[in-house]
Nanobody, 125 residues
């Protein structure tokens, strides 16, 4: 049974940083593509970032995340990370870890097979 557990969310002031973690179990971790989505109140889930399987040589970011967020993975620790810098109030959302067995990541939420429960990120102005 695949389990994804996010951590690292919290309350931070605008301009601050947070590092989200996603600990995975029940899967052959290195062979899965991984990513992050977020959902703000009253809005649909939106793509944040994704990383390819194995060495994670390729990453993809939403425009709002480019230059501020960095996705990475540690296959030995079965953990994925999202380093978020220069946070803005509009980054406030629940952040979800996702994994899938496809080869290439997609920005469509409906195409990711497994989801974590999410971690709340709140950025105050």
């Amino acid at each position: 049974q695949v389990q994804l557990v996010e951590s690292g969310g919290g309350l931070v002031q605008a301009g601050g940083s947070l590092r989200l973690s996603c600990a995975a179990s029940g899967l052959s971790f290195a062979s899965y593509i991984m990513g992050w989505f977020r959902q703000a109140p009253g809005k649909e889930r939106e793509f944040v970032a994704a990383i390819t399987r194995w060495s994670g040589a390729s990453t993809t970011y939403a425009d709002f995340a480019k230059g501020r967020f960095t996705i990475s993975r540690d296959n030995a620790k079965l953990t994925m990370y999202l380093q978020m810098n220069s946070l803005k109030p509009e980054d406030t959302a629940i952040y979800y870890c996702v994994v899938d067995r496809k080869v290439n990541p997609t920005t469509s939420a409906t195409e990711w097979e497994f989801w974590g429960q999410g971690t709340q990120v709140t950025v105050s102005s």
